[in-house]
Nanobody, 125 residues
Framework: QVQLVESGGGLLQAGGSLRLSCAAS???????????MGWYRQAPGKQRELVAL???????DYADSMKGRFTISSDNAKNTVYLQMNSLAPEDTAVYYC????????????????WGQGTQVTVSS
């Protein structure tokens, strides 16, 4: 069973930094391949939005409001993705979710999205 587990969330003051991590398990390299992993967030009363993603080849994509403050990175050998968050503000308060797009190597299959349970990030003013 594919499972994503996030960690690193917490409560901090505005201007602080936090580093999130997400490890994917239950994915045998001989059977499955991860196309990309990423981070999304959802604040109370708002829709889930993209924060950042990174492909297996290392290409990255960020939401405009995150550029220059957040950095996504990965360790492909460990099937782990990280999110370094700097200059945090109260509007960054949300539950942050890890995402992975997983495909079967053979027979080839379209990618399937998996989600973690989320980790809470709370930024006080």
């Amino acid at each position: 069973q594919v499972q994503l587990v996030e960690s690193g969330g917490g409560l901090l003051q505005a201007g602080g930094s936090l580093r999130l991590s997400c490890a994917a398990s239950g994915i045998s390299g001989s059977i499955y391949s991860i196309n990309h992993m990423g981070w999304y967030r959802q604040a109370p009363g708002k829709q889930r939005e993209l924060v950042a993603l990174i492909t297996r080849g290392g290409s990255t994509d960020y939401a405009d409001s995150m550029k220059g403050r957040f950095t996504i990175s990965s360790d492909n050998a460990k099937n782990t993705v990280y999110l370094q968050m700097n200059s945090l503000a109260p509007e960054d308060t949300a539950v942050y979710y890890c995402n992975a797009a997983v495909r079967r190597r053979w027979p080839p299959s379209p990618p399937v999205d998996y989600w973690g349970q989320g980790t809470q990030v709370t930024v006080s003013s």
